[in-house]
């Protein structure tokens, strides 16, 4: 099965619904690639993107891949929300951090309630290195977490 998405605009908000299953970076690709015209030519710089309804059967190398590809594609300033299932949650958290690495404005979530908060917020600005900082430093006192250097 492919990827099979709708999209409809709310005022400046381009919103997408997304279901099937993606079973390789092809098809991650084209869904990308046509979301990416659409809201281009439409003028559209903030997209709330749906998936939970949407399974991935992806490699890391191709979660990488497609953060990189959506990454390049979204210009500075554009915010994207992300609602996506719990299913594959760290793979889903590990291509969140390679796009907001390459400086775009993504954010995932549970639910289309936050998404749609976060998403309609004036302020285009969004410091998610903080958020990812302040998860690291709280992991790292816990049970099991290993440091990569020793403290001096």
């Given at each position: ?115 749609e908060e976060w998403i ?8 998610r290195l903080n958020e ?21």
């Amino acid at each position: 099965m492919s990827i099979e998405h709708q999209i409809q605009y709310e005022s400046t908000i381009m919103k997408v619904k997304a279901v099937g299953t993606c079973d390789h970076l092809g098809q991650l690709k084209e869904y990308v690639l046509a979301m990416h015209k659409t809201a281009q030519s439409a003028g559209m710089a903030r997209a709330l993107v749906n998936e939970r309804e949407l399974r991935y059967h992806l490699s890391t190398t191709d979660s990488f891949e497609s953060g990189k590809l959506v990454a390049e594609m979204a210009r500075r300033g554009h915010k994207i929300a992300v609602v996506c299932n719990s299913e594959g949650k760290a793979d889903v958290k590990f291509w969140e951090t390679v796009v907001v690495n390459r400086g775009t404005l993504v954010k995932l979530f549970n639910d289309t309630e936050s998404a749609e908060e976060w998403i309609r917020q004036e302020k285009c600005s969004y410091n998610r290195l903080n958020e990812l900082q302040e998860s690291l430093e709280n992991d790292a006192g816990k049970p099991g977490f290993q440091k990569d250097m020793k403290d001096e």
